[in-house]
């Protein structure tokens, strides 16, 4: 089970930091991942990161302004975006995957989601 939380409303520049903590053992393979899906749109990947060996990857969009990193000892994920656009408003999913990287379709479990909206 994942538990994601963190969003809330905030203007252009600002940041966030999002947390997904999972329940139950994360093997050292597993890959944690974040996601977003605005109104009108397909889920789309941001950011994911290899639970053992600490790898990185993100999506074009992001890439500079948001870090995603874990804590391995809290089975947690964490998502920090930093000078937020409107284009960012979105609601944010945490997801894992034991086999994924950057498609949704091979995630296996997902999070709630929360809200993120970045007002100009």
């Known amino acids: 089970q994942l538990q994601a939380y963190g969003g809330g409303l905030v203007q252009a520049g600002d940041s966030l930091r999002l947390s997904c903590a999972a329940s139950?053992?994360?093997?050292?393979?597993?890959?944690m991942g974040w996601f977003r899906q605005a109104p009108g749109k397909e889920r789309e990947f941001v950011a994911a990161?290899?639970?053992?060996?600490?790898?990185?990857y993100y999506s074009d969009s992001v890439r500079g302004r948001f870090t995603i990193s874990r804590v391995n000892a809290k089975n947690t994920v964490y998502l920090q975006m930093d000078s937020l656009k409107p284009e960012d408003t979105a609601v944010y999913f945490c997801a894992k995957s034991s086999r994924g990287l950057m498609t949704p379709q091979t995630y296996e479990y997902w999070g709630q989601g929360t809200q993120v909206t970045v007002s100009s």
């Open positions: 990161i290899r639970w053992g060996a600490g790898t990185t």
């Open positions: 139950g053992r994360i093997f050292s393979s597993a890959v």
